[in-house]
């Protein structure tokens, strides 16, 4: 701590993302990024990006963009809310629809990003347990609350809740922001977008940086009623003004224009999370159903942490939680065909001492 920092700073726990490990020959599956690269149109747009008009700043409003979203989801373009990544998307979210006085509820076992933007802006919260199988219960979101907000599907578990019971969470809710987290929507589960609409309390959150493979440009958007979409654009405009850069607004719009390769590269990763799934259980873990493009899970008998600590010896990251409840499972991205299958081997070998 340094005496210059104010007593605000010095009360803040961060979040500590995933690792960025700079080891030679890695096979890295802990932070959930697409084992596919970006669109080649995306390459290509933000390729004849690369020019003079740098110099400028880019739209503010990132008018392409959100018409890119718009049109992509069957929504008006004053229902789209554009940032640097859904972090800041929910960070502005939190600022701008949270901050009621009363507690905004959330899962116990959820993104660790929540309680992390509770205590930046003073948001009182209660964290409600999942079931035994790691599932949401809607019925235990009731009573007076400030705002109420889950992934979709959940994290770090990839557990889905199914359309319905959004739909009842909703009815339920209705004098309160309910907002619903959908980072891995693309890869198994079903867009809640389509109530937004009929509910005008509903804000839906995605990310390119999953199943568009572009965690490295920072694209996260909101989509709801534009009353909340204003909310959100006066905190953004009170922040920066200029959230997202030339380069990522021309290549975000060009991955919605490649349809077939995002098809191509959601299927890829499905398909090969369904075989680690099984190759998982044959080696006696448990793994929960995952609607993600990760899967969660438990040895029968082996400790997490130390298999965590076995696979790294092997150069295979993988992410150890050491929070209640889930200090026993780890988080493993699903990668390349080659990547689970060195993931696999390291393993095996491990279990086999």
């Given at each position: 701590?340094?005496?210059?920092?104010?007593p605000?700073?010095?009360?803040?726990v961060?979040?500590?993302?995933?690792?960025?490990p700079?080891?030679?020959?890695?096979?890295?599956?802990n932070?959930n990024?697409?084992?596919y690269g970006?669109?080649?149109?995306?390459?290509a747009a933000?390729?004849d990006e690369?020019?003079d008009?740098?110099?400028?700043?880019?739209?503010?409003n990132?008018?392409?963009?959100?018409?890119?979203?718009?049109?992509y989801?069957?929504?008006?373009?004053?229902?789209?809310?554009?940032?640097?990544?859904?972090d800041?998307?929910?960070a502005?979210?939190f600022h701008g629809?949270?901050?009621?006085?009363k507690p905004l509820?959330?899962?116990?076992?959820t993104y660790?990003?929540?309680p992390?933007?509770?205590?930046?802006?003073?948001?009182?919260?209660?964290?409600?347990?999942?079931?035994?199988?790691?599932?949401i219960?809607?019925?235990?979101y009731?009573g007076?609350?400030?705002?109420i907000?889950f992934?979709?599907?959940?994290?770090?578990?990839?557990?889905f809740?199914?359309?319905?019971?959004?739909?009842?969470?909703?009815?339920?809710?209705?004098?309160?922001?309910?907002?619903?987290?959908?980072a891995?929507?693309?890869?198994?589960?079903e867009?809640?977008?389509?109530?937004?609409?009929?509910?005008?309390?509903?804000?839906?959150?995605q990310?390119?940086?999953?199943?568009?493979?572009?965690?490295?440009l920072?694209?996260?958007?909101?989509v709801?009623?534009?009353?909340l979409?204003?909310?959100?654009e006066?905190?953004?405009?009170?922040f920066?003004?200029?959230?997202?850069?030339?380069?990522a607004?021309?290549?975000?719009v060009?991955?919605?224009?490649?349809?077939?390769y995002f098809?191509?590269?959601?299927?890829?990763?499905?398909?090969?999370?369904?075989?680690?799934v099984?190759?998982?259980?044959?080696?006696?873990f448990?793994?929960?159903p995952?609607?993600?493009?990760?899967?969660?899970c438990?040895?029968?008998?082996?400790?997490?942490?130390?298999?965590?600590a076995?696979l790294?010896?092997?150069g295979?990251i993988v992410?150890?939680?050491k929070?209640?409840?889930?200090?026993?499972?780890?988080?493993?991205?699903?990668?390349?065909?080659?990547e689970?299958?060195v993931?696999?081997a390291?393993?095996?070998?491990i279990?086999?001492?």
């Amino acid at each position: 701590m340094s005496r210059f920092w104010s007593p605000f700073v010095k009360g803040l726990v961060p979040y500590v993302p995933g690792e960025q490990p700079k080891m030679h020959k890695l096979t890295k599956l802990n932070t959930n990024e697409n084992p596919y690269g970006p669109s080649p149109k995306v390459l290509a747009a933000i390729q004849d990006e690369l020019g003079d008009d740098l110099r400028r700043y880019p739209d503010p409003n990132s008018d392409l963009l959100k018409a890119a979203i718009a049109d992509y989801h069957g929504v008006d373009a004053a229902q789209v809310f554009v940032g640097n990544g859904s972090d800041e998307v929910l960070a502005h979210i939190f600022h701008g629809l949270f901050q009621h006085g009363k507690p905004l509820l959330f899962p116990d076992i959820t993104y660790s990003f929540y309680p992390v933007y509770c205590g930046l802006y003073g948001i009182p919260y209660e964290a409600i347990p999942l079931d035994e199988s790691f599932q949401i219960r809607v019925g235990d979101y009731t009573g007076m609350k400030g705002g109420i907000i889950f992934p979709n599907p959940n994290a770090p578990t990839g557990c889905f809740l199914p359309l319905a019971e959004i739909e009842r969470l909703l009815m339920v809710n209705t004098e309160t922001v309910v907002v619903i987290d959908e980072a891995y929507v693309d890869f198994g589960g079903e867009s809640a977008i389509c109530l937004v609409e009929r509910f005008p309390n509903l804000l839906v959150t995605q990310t390119l940086s999953k199943s568009r493979s572009l965690a490295g440009l920072r694209v996260g958007f909101a989509v709801g009623h534009p009353d909340l979409i204003e909310a959100l654009e006066r905190i953004k405009n009170s922040f920066n003004s200029y959230p997202l850069d030339r380069l990522a607004q021309r290549g975000a719009v060009a991955s919605f224009a490649d349809q077939a390769y995002f098809e191509q590269c959601q299927q890829a990763v499905v398909s090969e999370r369904d075989k680690l799934v099984q190759a998982l259980t044959a080696l006696d873990f448990e793994v929960l159903p995952s609607a993600a493009n990760f899967v969660f899970c438990r040895h029968c008998s082996r400790d997490a942490a130390a298999l965590a600590a076995g696979l790294r010896e092997d150069g295979v990251i993988v992410r150890h939680f050491k929070q209640a409840r889930i200090e026993q499972y780890l988080r493993i991205t699903v990668g390349r065909p080659e990547e689970n299958a060195v993931l696999l081997a390291s393993l095996q070998a491990i279990l086999a001492n």
